[in-house]
């Protein structure tokens, strides 16, 4: 990525940031007390699968500058948009969803954007000694992302932001600051779940990345003292990680009833044409007839949605889950006797195994 000093670009990016998308926040450093702004365009977002640092290349041109005159220029940010936004657990179709709202021509989509990553960090130790951010500071920071978040282009009716799994964990806050936002809360059942994962080359890493946040989150809801993170195989790992996710997802949707819709994956799948037109009316898009009779048979659904280059349809996912299942058996049922020593021991757990398919 090009970057230069507060200079041309800087200047430019920050004139521009009030009005329009093209100047993007992709970074925030808490530590620096700076905002990484980027030159973006419609096409740029529409193409991203993720707004990470994987979008930094030779040509895209940006600039370091400080939190402080992010946060005036975006004070003066014009046209907002409602900003919505899509929870989910991980592996269960977030992407796939929001590809196809872009496909409704009225929605800018933002997939998995950086900052919001770091505010789910900052957010866990807010009245910690060791926080870097006050509880104040914590909301001016999210006040100001949801600022420029919501701004769009001539065509836009709404944003909706693609979180990261791990993310879901500041559905709360979210909401609770933004009283017109609305969320989809995705998932599957615990044992799809786990075929899904364990069919993945790269889940092993997934899975103990995000494993000490999980593990601690889920502690802190159960009340009997759960294994060490290294003694777990990885269906356990699997497992562990489907119910604190899970949690998280039951907590928001139970707070924020109306706001948060809970939708899973494979009865999507089923009937896709149905399942678009609830989350069309669930975030006030408009339900074009044109649009929800096609959707069913689009291109969206015949491509990796986090790589479109690669085919995949529903029926090859159904077939990889089949595959797995078969070659995964012995930890598909680790994580499933995981889960139900669990829920044994706590009504919350069975709660959850109950309601959400376990």
């Not at 096409?43 to 895209?60: E, K, N, T």
């Not at 802190?220 to 604190?244: C, K, N």
């Amino acid at each position: 990525m090009a970057t230069e000093q507060p200079g041309s670009i800087a200047r430019d990016l920050l004139a521009q940031l009030p009005a329009s998308p093209d100047a993007y926040p992709q970074n925030l450093d808490l530590i620096r007390e700076t905002v990484l702004l980027v030159r973006f365009g419609a096409a740029a977002y529409r193409a991203a699968s993720f707004l990470d640092d994987r979008i930094l290349g030779p040509a895209v041109h940006g600039a370091w500058l400080p939190i402080g005159d992010v946060a005036a220029a975006s004070q003066r940010a014009a046209n907002g948009h409602p900003v919505h936004f899509i929870f989910h657990t991980g592996h269960v179709g977030s992407t796939l969803v929001s590809r196809l709202l872009d496909e409704t021509g009225n929605v800018l989509s933002l997939r998995e954007p950086l900052p919001l990553r770091t505010l789910a960090d900052a957010h866990d130790v807010l009245g910690r000694v060791d926080s870097l951010l006050s509880n104040a500071q914590f909301d001016l920071a999210l006040a100001m992302l949801m600022r420029l978040w919501g701004r769009g282009y001539r065509e836009t009716h709404s944003v909706v932001v693609k979180a990261t799994s791990s993310a879901g964990r500041l559905a709360a806050p979210i909401l609770a600051a933004s009283e017109d936002s609305r969320a989809i809360y995705m998932n599957v059942g615990a044992e799809p779940y786990l075929a899904t994962l364990l069919a993945g080359q790269n889940s092993p890493i997934d899975l103990r990345g995000h494993g000490a946040e999980r593990m601690r989150r889920l502690q802190s809801r159960v009340g009997t003292a759960l294994a060490p993170l290294h003694t777990l195989s990885i269906g356990e790992l699997a497992a562990m990680s489907w119910l604190a996710e899970s949690w998280t997802r039951r907590d928001a949707v139970k707070q924020f009833a109306g706001r948060v819709m809970a939708l899973d994956f494979e009865a999507f799948l089923a009937n896709v044409a149905d399942g678009m037109a609830r989350v069309l009316g669930h975030f006030a898009l408009p339900a074009d007839a044109r649009y929800l009779s096609q959707v069913g048979r689009s291109p969206v659904l015949t491509r990796y949605s986090k790589a479109p280059e690669y085919g995949y349809t529903p029926d090859v996912r159904a077939e990889v889950l089949r595959d797995s299942r078969r070659h995964n058996r012995g930890e598909i049922r680790n994580g499933m006797d995981w889960l139900e020593r669990r829920a044994s021991a706590d009504p919350g757990v069975a709660e959850i195994m109950t309601t959400m398919g376990g």
